[in-house]
């Protein structure tokens, strides 16, 4: 079983707040990249250590939207040639509101993608422009609109939280908005100033002020209230899903399964020995050059030895509901996390429970994950 991240690092502007690898179009190497990806498939295809066949495939960006219909539909038919797409593959692709039309989701839809990620992040017209977002309110309730009359129904939402200036009525007020949409899923993303954007030299600056810690805590328990009341199960710490609606995709990085990753700024993680994780860099140029010489244009980031793969599967499992099953954690490893990890079981033990096989935070300690997770290093 195998799962495909192809990135796309392309947008039409770069919002303040981003730090993911992407550039702003018209860009030189934009109109050829479609064609590297399929280099880079066919070479990939060529790898023993990945094997089919798949089972989901992600469009992430940037922005993928950006691709046409016909792009999406030739680079999924080369993955099922290369590789095989299981019958019941997951697909998805992250869309920005207001750049899409029906035609253009019908033909998404047509070429097999079957999840579709909106970029919403708040229905607060002002804070999309203080963000850098090109779309508003309105673009985003037609985006929802237009995709389920493509027959989209499997959406997701990204929603942003703890936004400068955000009130806790404020978010119960836009959270009103966004369960108005109904969707299947929402990811959640308390808003980091990362420091080398606008957003991050502005607070900096103190031009922008973002909530205090207090603040930022009362946001994650009142959105894990209020949309657990409305049914979405919190599955992991950013995500919530109606029944059978969780990621298929996502689950397999919290899961430590084999996925490869493809394009500029693309990571993989592969399965031989202990796992090793690589990645290609962040440089359009790069990524031709190596794909004109038929390189492989990943280099490898780490190889894992059985206790860095341990603590790592804990790292991952841990920000899942669903935790880390005691008994694949013993079968793959050949040891209990118990006897593994004496200390962090020791500093965690009013925090860390054994349930039914599973090891697993409450959601309201995972407000404390970067923290307690740190016992397991
Ligand atoms: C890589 S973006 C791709 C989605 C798509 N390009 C869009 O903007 O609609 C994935 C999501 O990460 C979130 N994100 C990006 N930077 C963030 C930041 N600094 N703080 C919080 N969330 C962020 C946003 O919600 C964004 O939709
Ligand atoms: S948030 Fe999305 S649209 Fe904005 S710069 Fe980042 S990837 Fe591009």
Redesign the pocket.
């Given at each position: 079983m195998l799962s495909i991240y192809l990135h796309i690092p392309f947008?039409q502007s770069k919002?303040d707040?981003?730090?993911?690898f992407s550039v702003a179009v018209p860009h030189p190497r934009f109109a050829n990249y479609p064609a590297l990806l399929h280099q880079h498939l066919e070479l990939a295809a060529r790898q023993p250590e990945w094997q089919g066949p798949v089972h989901s495939v992600y469009f992430?960006?940037?922005?993928p939207s950006l691709l046409t219909a016909s792009d999406i539909a030739a680079l999924l038919n080369s993955i099922d040639n290369g590789f095989g797409l299981a019958t019941d593959v997951e697909i998805s692709l992250?869309a920005?509101p207001g750049t899409l039309s029906l035609a253009q989701l019908q033909g998404y839809r047509a070429a097999g993608v079957n999840r579709l990620s909106l970029?919403v992040?708040t229905f607060d017209n002002q804070l999309l422009q203080q963000l850098g977002r090109r779309h508003d309110a309105q673009d985003s309730r037609q985006a929802v609109m237009l995709a389920r009359q493509a027959g989209f129904a499997n959406l997701s939402l990204?929603l942003?939280f703890a936004l400068p200036g955000q009130t806790l009525p404020a978010l119960r007020e836009e959270i009103r908005n966004y369960l108005e949409l109904a969707p299947q899923h929402f990811s959640c993303?308390?808003?980091?100033a990362?420091p080398d954007t606008p957003l991050g030299a502005a607070v900096r600056n103190s031009h922008t002020t973002l909530p205090d810690e207090e603040l930022y805590a009362d946001a994650f328990l009142t959105l894990h209230d209020a949309l657990e009341s409305a049914g979405y199960r919190h599955y992991e710490i950013a995500n919530y899903a109606q029944a059978d609606f969780a990621c298929r995709h996502n689950l397999v990085y919290w899961q430590r399964q084999p996925y490869m990753g493809l394009g500029a700024g693309a990571h993989s993680f592969c399965d031989i020995d202990w796992g090793q994780r690589r990645a290609t860099a962040n440089d359009l140029d790069a990524y031709h050059a190596a794909l004109q010489t038929n390189t492989d244009p990943a280099e490898t980031l780490e190889t894992f030895n059985r206790q860095t793969a341990m603590a790592e599967a804990l790292y991952l499992g841990l920000r899942t509901r669903q935790g880390v099953s005691e008994e694949a954690f013993r079968t793959r490893f050949g040891t209990g996390v118990a006897s593994a990890f004496p200390s962090a079981l020791t500093e965690l033990a009013n925090r860390l429970e054994l349930q039914d096989g599973y090891w697993r935070f409450r959601p309201h300690d995972w407000l404390l994950f970067d923290r307690l997770i740190q016992a397991f290093f």
């Open positions: 947008c919002c707040y981003c730090d993911f992430g960006g940037g922005t992250e920005n970029g992040q990204d942003m993303y308390g808003l980091t990362e």
